[in-house]
């Protein structure tokens, strides 16, 4: 399934009508299981008056660097995505609501090292549309401060609708082969989640994927999505609780939480001032 297409349509909507930017923003906020997933692990590690200095990396609408800008009290935001229509939507409306502190970058991660080091670096849903992502980790493993945080959210081998989406050149990853490129990148593992499990799966299926589903055959249904998320959001909420509060066995995602290893003389060069 080719989900860009869809993507693009919300991405011209909230470009035009900013007014429905924040709308949109809470939208996936409620719809989306990761979205739980990978704000929980950020607040769990940096509290809210924490010096955070953040790399978005595949920005994609900004969700996250708006949320960093606005949780945070003492941030700076340098979003990167090979897509820059996106991007620089999101760059126009930081500037419009005064959002200080944001910096924007088209890049290749493969190619790109962003000058100043991050304590911080987001990963969600980019690796497995990345053919060199060995070189990616590696990219990320040279920007990243002592005791900070990668966060990667990705779609697991267990997920099987990965293999059909067309923008995917892996299906996902196994907890196998994620920790062992992060390893060998230099990285080491402080937690590994696998989300999606039986009920945040079934979550998924009720509140996003039948929508778009519908969605990418006529625009027409847009003018059912509110009956259709008054009937169905309800159940998806209770599922996407048990889910997250669950230790799943298995899921069609893995949330990973990676730090930098460093020699004592890395350490000394590579703090944040």
């Given at each position: 399934?080719?989900?860009?297409?869809?993507?693009?349509?919300?991405?011209?909507?909230?470009?035009?009508?900013?007014?429905?930017?924040?709308?949109?923003?809470t939208?996936?906020?409620?719809?989306?299981?990761r979205q739980?997933?990978?704000?929980?692990?950020?607040?769990?590690?940096?509290?809210?008056?924490k010096?955070?200095?953040?790399?978005?990396?595949?920005?994609?609408?900004?969700q996250?660097?708006?949320?960093?800008?606005?949780y945070f009290k003492?941030?700076?935001?340098?979003?990167?995505?090979?897509?820059?229509?996106?991007?620089n939507?999101?760059?126009?409306?930081?500037?419009?609501?005064?959002?200080?502190?944001?910096?924007?970058?088209q890049?290749?991660?493969?190619?790109?090292?962003?000058?100043?080091?991050v304590?911080?670096?987001?990963?969600?849903?980019?690796?497995?549309?990345i053919?060199?992502?060995?070189?990616?980790?590696?990219?990320?493993?040279?920007?990243?401060?002592?005791?900070?945080k990668?966060?990667?959210?990705?779609?697991?081998?267990?997920?099987?609708?990965?293999?059909?989406?067309?923008?995917?050149?892996?299906?996902?990853?196994?907890?196998?082969?994620?920790?062992?490129?992060?390893?060998?990148?230099?990285?080491?593992?402080?937690?590994?989640?696998?989300?999606y499990?039986?009920?945040?799966?079934?979550?998924?299926?009720?509140?996003?994927?039948?929508?778009?589903?519908?969605?990418?055959?006529?625009?027409?249904?847009?003018?059912l999505?509110?009956?259709?998320?008054?009937?169905?959001?309800?159940l998806s909420?209770?599922?996407?609780?048990?889910?997250?509060?669950?230790?799943?066995?298995?899921?069609?995602?893995?949330?990973?939480?990676?730090e930098r290893?460093f020699?004592?003389?890395e350490?000394?060069?590579?703090?944040?001032?």
């Amino acid at each position: 399934m080719q989900y860009d297409k869809i993507k693009d349509k919300f991405a011209k909507l909230i470009d035009k009508f900013p007014i429905f930017r924040k709308l949109f923003y809470t939208s996936i906020d409620m719809l989306l299981l990761r979205q739980w997933y990978v704000k929980r692990e950020i607040k769990k590690y940096f509290p809210k008056d924490k010096l955070i200095r953040f790399y978005d990396a595949g920005a994609g609408f900004g969700q996250y660097s708006y949320f960093i800008l606005k949780y945070f009290k003492n941030t700076k935001v340098h979003a990167v995505d090979l897509k820059a229509d996106y991007m620089n939507s999101f760059a126009r409306y930081a500037v419009k609501h005064n959002l200080q502190d944001f910096t924007a970058q088209q890049a290749d991660l493969t190619a790109y090292v962003p000058k100043d080091k991050v304590n911080l670096i987001l990963a969600i849903d980019i690796l497995e549309h990345i053919e060199n992502d060995e070189q990616v980790l590696r990219n990320f493993r040279e920007v990243l401060t002592e005791g900070g945080k990668l966060i990667i959210s990705s779609p697991s081998t267990f997920d099987e609708s990965a293999k059909f989406t067309a923008e995917h050149v892996r299906p996902g990853y196994s907890k196998e082969e994620i920790i062992s490129k992060l390893e060998k990148a230099g990285f080491k593992i402080v937690s590994f989640k696998y989300s999606y499990g039986k009920w945040g799966h079934l979550a998924w299926l009720l509140s996003v994927k039948y929508p778009m589903s519908m969605l990418g055959i006529s625009k027409l249904f847009f003018l059912l999505m509110p009956f259709y998320y008054l009937l169905f959001y309800p159940l998806s909420v209770l599922l996407m609780l048990l889910d997250v509060n669950m230790k799943n066995k298995t899921g069609t995602g893995v949330v990973v939480v990676a730090e930098r290893k460093f020699s004592n003389s890395e350490a000394q060069d590579n703090s944040i001032n």
